[in-house]
């Protein structure tokens, strides 16, 4: 079948972008088929069912998520806001992985996202966030992170991915989270543990 990798490729990239801007719950076979311009029947060839072209989804998005990566280490320099700047380059992986976010209570989805974010943090992002506000790098920092990147998700607007407001939202998040670490109810929980 000539051209059948290319035809493959297309399904994968175009139910990358449709997840990524309609969420699982609306991905549409027949939407991708007509926009591709190829037969469902070519579909069920190459992938079988809905859930191996979901794994190929998530597959493809651990690949962006890697590159990006290497991205940010190479020209992220602090967190504020070269980290903004960049993820605004980058709509529709970040829109992806807010559908990954906001889905968790699929635990395919709930890993993959898990996954890209740790990946991200051990590459480059936790460097930035601990050399930003001079936190140690140890588990404890990384449960800041991580709690600052759920507030951060549930905030983003996919309206407005400018990396002026994604970069605001962070900042209220920070500021919000370093405001409870230094509260006395975290000291006292900390010292329970």
Same mark, same amino acid.
Request: charged fraction near 25%.
């Given at each position: 079948?000539?051209?059948?990798?290319?035809?493959?490729?297309? !399904?994968?990239?175009?139910?990358?972008?449709?997840?990524? /801007?309609?969420?699982?719950?609306?991905?549409?076979?027949?939407?991708?088929?007509?926009?591709?311009?190829?037969?469902?029947?070519?579909?069920?060839?190459?992938?079988?069912?809905?859930?191996?072209?979901?794994?190929?989804? /998530?597959? /493809?998005?651990?690949? $962006?998520?890697?590159?990006?990566?290497? $991205?940010?280490?190479?020209?992220?320099?602090?967190?504020?806001?070269?980290?903004?700047?960049?993820?605004?380059?980058?709509?529709?992986?970040?829109?992806?992985?807010?559908?990954?976010?906001?889905?968790? &209570?699929?635990?395919?989805?709930?890993?993959?996202?898990?996954?890209?974010?740790?990946?991200?943090?051990?590459?480059?992002?936790?460097?930035?966030?601990?050399?930003?506000?001079?936190?140690?790098?140890?588990?404890?920092?990384?449960?800041?992170?991580?709690?600052?990147?759920?507030? !951060?998700?549930?905030?983003?607007?996919?309206?407005?991915?400018?990396?002026?407001?994604?970069?605001?939202?962070?900042?209220?998040?920070?500021? &919000?989270?370093?405001?409870?670490?230094? &509260?006395?109810?975290?000291?006292? &929980?900390?010292?329970?543990?």
């Amino acid at each position: 079948m000539p051209g059948s990798d290319n035809t493959k490729k297309l !399904w994968i990239e175009k139910g990358y972008e449709h997840f990524a /801007l309609f969420g699982p719950e609306n991905l549409s076979i027949n939407k991708i088929s007509k926009e591709i311009e190829s037969s469902r029947a070519c579909f069920y060839h190459y992938f079988g069912d809905i859930d191996i072209f979901m794994e190929e989804l /998530l597959n /493809l998005h651990i690949q $962006i998520t890697q590159e990006f990566d290497l $991205i940010g280490k190479r020209e992220c320099k602090k967190l504020l806001p070269d980290l903004y700047l960049l993820l605004e380059k980058h709509p529709i992986p970040l829109k992806f992985c807010r559908q990954l976010f906001i889905n968790r &209570s699929n635990s395919l989805y709930n890993t993959s996202f898990n996954k890209a974010y740790r990946d991200s943090s051990n590459t480059f992002a936790l460097q930035l966030f601990t050399q930003q506000y001079g936190l140690k790098n140890n588990a404890e920092t990384f449960n800041l992170w991580a709690t600052v990147g759920d507030s !951060w998700y549930s905030r983003l607007d996919i309206n407005d991915l400018s990396a002026k407001k994604m970069q605001e939202i962070a900042e209220e998040v920070l500021n &919000s989270v370093f405001k409870f670490v230094s &509260s006395e109810l975290y000291s006292s &929980s900390q010292a329970s543990t």
